[in-house]
């Protein structure tokens, strides 16, 4: 190989490289002229601190956002089972007028979106003649003494107590009081279609002979 100049000082060099040793060694450059490497750690340290927050900050919305999509909102809107109480407890009876009246069917049935506090109020004297917690996707049946009947209820996905119910959450109620016979009685569909989201509620009158 001819001898050259080296780049930086002009010294002869014997083996064609562009450097001379010297410089080599000054510059801490190799003979062929290899790319400097960049490690991992001095790239961290050029990106400046209010990027890394914002990069964080993205990346974490970004995460959250395919987990409430892929994962169908579950974490943000699951039912909490072991908040309810048993399907179908009751929590107000009054015994003395289903025992001194004649009856008539009422089914009630959830959808799988909530769970239910049922009131049946009796529209004469606003005394609450049956109270039950229901769960979703269920069905209740019972006879009610025979009467016209304001049926209220609560829904949620987290029970709280029979003085605050399912947390902040409103009444619901039926437009129109309904009237219970011993030929007619009423099944009620609750959250059927959705309704239950704008605090409507659907009943179709069977009948029961």
Request: aromatic letters at 14%.
């Amino acid at each position: 190989m001819e001898p050259s100049r080296c780049n930086r000082c002009g010294a002869w060099v014997y083996d064609g490289a562009p450097l001379c040793p010297n410089c080599a060694l000054r510059y801490k450059e190799v003979y062929n002229n290899t790319p400097r490497v960049v490690v991992k750690s001095e790239i961290k340290k050029r990106i400046p601190k209010p990027i890394k927050i914002i990069l964080g900050i993205s990346t974490l919305i970004i995460l959250l956002l395919s987990f409430y999509v892929f994962g169908n909102g579950k974490i943000f809107n699951r039912l909490e089972f072991e908040s309810f109480p048993p399907h179908a407890q009751v929590f107000e009876f009054d015994e003395e007028l289903f025992q001194t009246m004649n009856t008539s069917p009422i089914i009630l049935e959830t959808d799988d979106n909530y769970a239910y506090f049922v009131k049946i109020i009796d529209q004469d004297n606003e005394n609450t003649i049956l109270s039950v917690f229901l769960h979703p996707n269920e069905t209740y049946e019972i006879e009610i003494p025979v009467g016209m009947y304001r049926i209220e209820y609560m829904f949620g996905k987290r029970w709280e107590n029979i003085l605050t119910y399912f947390g902040n959450t409103q009444s619901m109620l039926i437009e129109e009081n309904l009237s219970f016979t011993q030929e007619n009685g009423y099944h009620i569909n609750l959250g059927q279609n959705k309704s239950i989201q704008l605090g409507f509620i659907l009943f179709n009158l069977f009948d029961c002979k």
